[in-house]
Nanobody
Framework: QVQLVESGGGLVQAGGSLRLSCAASGRTVSSYAMGWFRQAPGKEREFVSAVNWNGGTTYYADSVKGRFTISRGNAKNTVWLQMNSLKPEDTAVYYC?????????????????WGQGTQVTVSS
């Protein structure tokens, strides 16, 4: 079993930045893809960004491309999401997830383990 713990959420003004962290424990995840998703009230969970097992290939939703950066630690059990130029529409609960496969996907159904989520609120 894998446990994921997110941190780094909070309240920020539009144009500001936040850095989310996700730490995995319980078993080795170095060969698995990791991703970030978000869910706003009344909306479905949506893909934000993901990274392949080796950290070499990254993926972004069009809505965050150029503003968010995903990265993975050398030990491969930590992933970060640097969020710059935040907008009110980025407000959501952000979830970290792991897929039991080396290649990232953009569908939440492809992911096997989930964190509890961290709230990000961007004020206008």
């Amino acid at each position: 079993q894998v446990q994921l713990v997110e941190s780094g959420g909070g309240l920020v003004q539009a144009g500001g930045s936040l850095r989310l962290s996700c730490a995995a424990s319980g078993r080795t995840v170095s060969s698995y893809a990791m991703g970030w998703f978000r869910q706003a009230p009344g909306k479905e969970r949506e893909f934000v960004s993901a990274v392949n097992w080796n950290g070499g290939t990254t993926y972004y939703a069009d809505s965050v491309k150029g503003r968010f950066t995903i990265s993975r630690g050398n030990a491969k059990n930590t992933v970060w999401l640097q969020m710059n130029s935040l907008k009110p529409e980025d407000t959501a609960v952000y979830y970290c997830a792991i897929r039991r496969g080396p290649t990232a996907r953009d569908s939440p159904r492809e992911y096997d383990y989930w964190g509890q989520g961290t709230q990000v609120t961007v004020s206008s």
